[in-house]
């Protein structure tokens, strides 16, 4: 632990300073080693390794029931591993209450009270984590969470998406470095949606790191830099979009029409192929489908994502 | 390293438990808990020491009618303040957040607790114009009086740590509130007399007797006649320390259902 934590130092901390937000800095601020949790027969999550670096937006992509919830429980102490380690920051599991202090859980139910209002709220958590000024801190979050014009309305009259909103804003009232989101956008509506994903960029660009847990495909195109697909607790692989679209989409599917019929030709080289359609001349429409996601997860479990 | 690595000066255990007591303290007032509780438990009170203990007919300057009817209140009206302590943190899913905060469940039990028995203790000092009722018509000794609420306190606190303690195990409310009366039921039931005489007839006197030193009753009766005891005072400080201490294991044991 003395290593790792030594490393963190020069790396995180030093290494910020001088070259500005590192994306993928060598010591991870978080680490899921070979965890596994069983309930009865079924092994909702089965030895999954993660490692997620500062700065960094992981998004973990799986349908219901893939062991993603599971596995953020494990990752802030609120479920022990039958097997395996989580570390955070290299200080130790979050089962120490102060290894604790550095994360912050927006949980995928909205877990806020609902007889208070959202300043009270906020304000609570804030005492709790025994943050200096706490009114303050509360004021900077409901504006960043744009709920500063509702602040002193009871929760209990806000729309979905404002009560995401504010749950963000709670795992954030103690500034923590890591930050698990376990399905933020889940039923909520556009505009908060377009709030949420635009704090969590903010927030990586402020050096935190982010656990995203989604089974929106776009959502986790668009802000994380890495995206683990899991299913049946197992993580399948991870990586970059683009690396995982590389690895596993396939081909890109051209689609030609001519003279009102439809050819379609799946390609490695779909700029090279477009551009020997065009050459063959009577080319009325050309679309081009690029694999994605969905495409990947298709192909790693066999079954779509929304199945 | 500690919580204030993270940029935040850690708090004394007492701090946290007090943040929490006043938040729990308010909320009571937040919903319309706080008044019914408190207009049912007035009017049951008054009912029970003025109509069926016959307070004005016994001719005592006395609260012994008014007190004698406090275990069987409690029976019924503890367990509705007890029984959303836990079980409507785990309906809420409230519990999640709380339990990844940088402490350990202790705090957050012993807050809930202190708020919940505060609140109770309200309510019984509400009782004080009967107090002042007997003091203009007679003579009475205000040392009794003032034992006699300390024991209601205390019997309210005791009944109040075994809901939140039961309370911690279901996110059902209405559970909750069951499995509270019963528990309260069976601790007043050993020292009722009517089974006190019911063991006499079979049972050993020393069994007899450890039988109804364990309950509340016996305590609450002892105490109500004015004289403090230890034993009576160590009596519910055991038996409250004790549910909070399970209430803190079956927090932690069923953190994430």
Known sequence: MGAACGEFKRAGRRGARLFGPLRYPPTPLLSLRAIRKQFGPIAAVDGLWLDVAAGEVFGLLGPNGAGKSTTIAMATGLLVPDSGAVEILGLGSPSDPKVRAHLGLAPQEITLYGELTARENLVFFARLYGVREPRRRVDELLARVELDGRANDRISTFSGGMKRRLNLAAALVHDPRVVLLDEPTAGVDPQSRARILELVRELAREGKTIVYTTHYMEEAAKVCDRVGIVDHGKMLDLGTVSELIGRHGGRTAVTVERDGAEERVLTLDPVGEVSRQLATGGVTGVRVERPDLETVFLSLTGRSLRE | ?257
């Open chain 2, 1 to 257: 390293m500690s919580s204030a690595a993270a940029g935040i000066p850690a708090l004394t255990a007492a701090q946290r438990v007090a943040v929490v007591f006043r938040r729990e303290f308010r909320s009571y007032f937040q919903t319309p808990l706080a008044a019914v509780f408190l207009v049912i438990f007035l009017f049951l009170a008054g009912l029970f020491a003025f109509n069926i203990g016959g307070l004005y007919e016994r001719n005592q300057a006395d609260l012994r009618p008014f007190f004698q009817f406090h275990p069987w209140l409690y029976v019924f009206l503890v367990p509705a303040v007890s029984m959303r302590l836990w079980a409507e943190e785990r309906r809420t899913g409230t519990i999640e957040l709380i339990m990844t905060l940088p402490f350990g469940a202790a705090d957050l039990v012993i807050g809930k607790y202190l708020a919940a028995w505060a609140f109770t203790t309200v309510a019984l000092a509400l009782t004080f114009p009967v107090w002042i009722t007997v003091s203009w018509l007679g003579n009475p000794d205000h040392g009794t009086i003032l034992v006699a609420y300390l024991a209601s306190a205390l019997l309210a606190g005791a009944f109040l740590a075994v809901g939140s303690c039961l309370s911690a195990l279901t996110k059902n409310q209405v559970i909750a509130f069951v499995l509270c009366a019963v528990a309260c039921f069976v601790l007043l039931l050993a020292g009722f007399p009517a089974v006190i005489d019911f063991l006499r007839g079979w049972a050993p006197v020393g069994v007899v007797e450890g039988i109804a030193s364990t309950s509340a009753l016996t305590h609450y009766e002892s105490m109500m006649r004015g004289v403090v005891d230890l034993r009576d005072l160590l009596y519910f400080a055991l038996v409250i320390a004790a549910f909070l201490v399970i209430n803190v294991f079956a927090i932690d044991w069923k953190k994430s259902d």
